[in-house]
């Protein structure tokens, strides 16, 4: 049986947006903020005032062409009420748009601090199969 999680990202992978040749600028949280801002009959204009940013701030981070600011997913989900299963995809298409991650390690008790560097140091390297292992050994926490 799949999880949630695991049908979530095939949907992310099956939905394609296909008008003038821009489906491979579009990331996928690009494309469910438009989904959103369709689905409540917004325009740009509407949805960017809504999260007080421009049309073409908005624009850019729909078309992948700007990093999605890490408040805008609950910003999403509080203003426009979204469903739990709308939220989930909203935040993996959030995760899928990230090209890095960083972790604050000021305070941070030499165990964590040791587990965050020994991965960074390890990640370019691992294999998928030990990356399943570790998400699996996650996951049960």
Sequence with gaps: MKSSVSASME??????????????????FG????KIRIDNGEVLKDMADKLKVTSSYLSAIENGKRAVPANFVGEIISLYELSEKRQEVLRLSYDNSLKTV??????????KRELALKFARSFEDMSDEKAKKLLSFIDRE
Excluded: P
Aim: aromatic share 6%; proline share 0%.
């Design 11 to 28: 949907f992310l992978d099956s939905v394609q947006v296909k008008s003038r040749g821009v489906s491979d600028m579009v990331s996928d």
């Design 31 to 34: 494309k469910e903020l438009r």
């Design 102 to 111: 960083s972790l604050d390690l000021d305070g941070k008790k030499f165990a």
